[in-house]
């Protein structure tokens, strides 16, 4: 109506499915423009690309969680070996210190994803330079002969046997004075195993050789080598110290373990 003659100016009808028909068609058409764009090949083959892309993500980030669970699995036994040996408890199954030795050569391994092939490619490179670097007629016959038969290096130079090897004791090695600062050298070739320190022995190194041999190295002030590193026999890896509860002053605490057993070094170097 107009607001000043109040005479009527427009009219409208309205029924109640108007606005029911409203919203059907609305719907309806809603529906055919959806149909539409769906029947698209492009789009089509977009969607399913994209589904088996997500599916071939999700079972490979399967296979990595897997991978990684063993690898914890791996690390856990052998980090529990080690501490055994560390805290001088003899393993009694052969079986469980030859699991932990095997393990300890991949513990540097990774899930072999994308964003680490280069990582692996570059510590294989080095590996291989370090194993080239010692002879291979040197290794065949080192690993060929018998303890008593191999020249083991004695770790420290210039020192004196203070305690000898006495397992009723729970002492299952030897203590070998030195000058403090006097370089703790590896007996034998071998990939460090253990860099590390621990409450009662301090820096520790470990060492993993041929032969089924491990060597420790205990209370030292320093240490030279990180784990996973390969050394030469008579090389560097710690300088004497008094580190740890155990350590009442400066000196080598050193270990020889063979096939699972502690054996007293001095039978086997001449010290």
């Given at each position: 109506m107009d607001e000043n003659t109040f005479e009527e100016v427009k009219s409208y009808s309205y029924r109640r499915w108007y606005p029911w028909a409203a919203i059907m068609a609305i719907i309806g058409l809603s529906l055919l423009v959806v149909a539409g764009i769906l029947s698209l090949k492009p789009l089509k083959a977009l969607l399913a690309r994209s589904y088996d892309g997500q599916s071939a993500e999700l079972l490979r980030l399967r296979a990595t969680?897997?991978?990684?669970?063993?690898?914890?699995?791996?690390?856990?036994?052998?980090?529990?070996n080690l501490q055994k040996i560390i805290n001088g408890e003899v393993i009694r199954s052969s079986d469980s210190i030859a699991k932990s030795l095997a393990i300890s050569d991949s513990v540097r391994m990774?899930?072999?994803?994308?964003?680490?092939?280069?990582?692996?490619?570059e510590i294989a490179v080095e590996d291989a330079l370090?194993?080239?670097?010692?002879?291979?007629?040197?290794?065949?016959?080192?690993?060929?002969?018998?303890?008593?038969?191999?020249?083991?290096?004695p770790p420290v130079?210039?020192?004196?046997?203070?305690?000898?090897?006495?397992?009723?004791k729970q002492h299952?090695?030897?203590?070998?004075?030195?000058?403090?600062?006097?370089?703790?050298?590896?007996?034998?070739?071998?990939?460090?195993?253990?860099?590390?320190?621990?409450?009662?022995?301090?820096?520790?190194?470990?060492?993993?050789?041929?032969?089924?041999?491990?060597?420790?190295?205990?209370?030292?002030?320093?240490?030279?080598?990180q784990t996973g590193?390969?050394?030469?026999a008579g090389e560097a890896v710690a300088i004497i110290g008094n580190t740890g509860t155990l350590s009442s002053g400066p000196h080598l605490h050193f270990e020889l373990w063979s096939?699972?057993?502690?054996?007293?070094?001095?039978d086997f170097i001449d010290f």
């Open positions: 969680t897997l991978e990684l669970e063993e690898l914890a699995t791996a690390q856990n036994l052998m980090i529990g990774v899930p072999r994803i994308e964003e680490d092939e280069r990582i692996r490619s370090a194993q080239s670097s010692v002879p291979s007629k040197v290794q065949t016959e080192s690993n060929s002969r018998p303890l008593k038969q191999l020249y083991l290096v130079s210039g020192g004196s046997v203070s305690l000898g090897f006495d397992p009723s299952l090695g030897i203590d070998v004075n030195a000058p403090a600062g006097t370089p703790v050298k590896s007996v034998l070739a071998g990939h460090i195993i253990y860099a590390g320190w621990t409450l009662e022995t301090g820096n520790t190194v470990g060492i993993q050789h041929s032969n089924n041999l491990i060597s420790f190295y205990k209370h030292n002030s320093a240490l030279l080598k590193a390969y050394i030469q096939d699972g057993k502690p054996v007293d070094p001095v």
